[in-house]
């Protein structure tokens, strides 16, 4: 069966700092993936997609970046963090077609102090 | 524009009740809308999915409907009981690719004993 991981679970980071934080899937090969942005209260936000590896789609212009150096892993990163990338991140993997699940990890919680 | 809404921030229902959450979009051709669970501090978690050519679907005590005419989705929990208290999320999509996958902002529900 597929699982989808991220780490780690919770960051406190202070602004300026750089951020790294990792997706990987297991079980599936080919997927798309996906990184979300959840805002307390809000809905959720598409950051970045990738339908294949050094696949990047940015969705919203910020001081986030996403790469997919493997099949199955998709990091999202940060030269110098503000204060509202303060939220909750979440990765996600679908696979092309009618399907149309999407499969989500647990998710990191980050505070940029 | 561009929008996805939910009919409430947050819905109260007592046990045994059903519960009733509205998706509603415009300026969308979607292929198919699915509905998905969240838990606090947890990724959602995929439950139905309707496709633009059907109008209801069923899973045990949930039911979705669509109306594509009044650009709405209708989600069901028959006989609530408090362990469905969660937040609802309602997600389109109008092709096969990441870009065009949309999230409402959610209904947060509590079924009360």
């Known amino acids: 069966s597929q699982t989808i991981h991220q780490w780690p679970a919770t960051l406190v980071q202070p602004v300026g700092s750089p951020l790294s934080l990792e997706c990987t899937v297991e079980?599936?090969?080919?997927?798309?993936l996906y990184w979300y942005r959840q805002a307390a209260g809000r809905g959720l936000q598409l950051l970045f997609y990738?339908?294949?590896?050094?696949?990047i789609s940015s969705e919203v212009p910020q001081n986030l970046s996403a790469s997919r150096p493997q099949d199955r892993q998709f990091i999202l990163s940060s030269k110098k963090l503000l204060l509202s990338d303060s939220g909750f991140y979440l990765c996600?993997?679908?696979?092309?077609?009618?399907?149309?699940?999407?499969?989500f990890g647990p998710g990191t919680r980050l505070l940029v102090l | 524009s561009q929008k996805i809404e939910q009919n409430s921030e947050a819905l109260n229902i007592q046990e045994g009740k059903t519960a009733t959450l509205t998706c509603n979009y415009t300026?969308?051709?979607?292929?198919?809308l699915q509905w998905y669970r969240q838990d606090p501090g947890r990724g959602p978690v995929f439950l139905l999915l309707?496709?633009?050519?059907?109008k209801e679907k069923r899973k045990e005590r949930l039911k979705v409907t669509f109306d594509t005419t009044l650009k709405q989705s209708l989600f069901h929990i028959t006989a609530s009981q408090p362990a469905d208290s969660a937040t609802y999320l309602c997600?389109?999509?109008?092709?096969?690719?990441?870009?065009?996958?949309?999230f409402g902002p959610g209904t947060r529900l509590s079924v009360l004993p």
């Open positions: 996600a993997w679908d696979h092309s077609g009618l399907s149309g699940t999407q499969y």
């Open positions: 079980g599936t090969s080919n997927p798309n």
């Open positions: 990738s339908v294949g590896i050094g696949q």
């Open positions: 300026n969308y051709s979607p292929a198919y």
């Open positions: 309707i496709r633009e050519n059907e």
């Open positions: 997600a389109l999509r109008e092709d096969n690719y990441g870009q065009n996958f949309v």
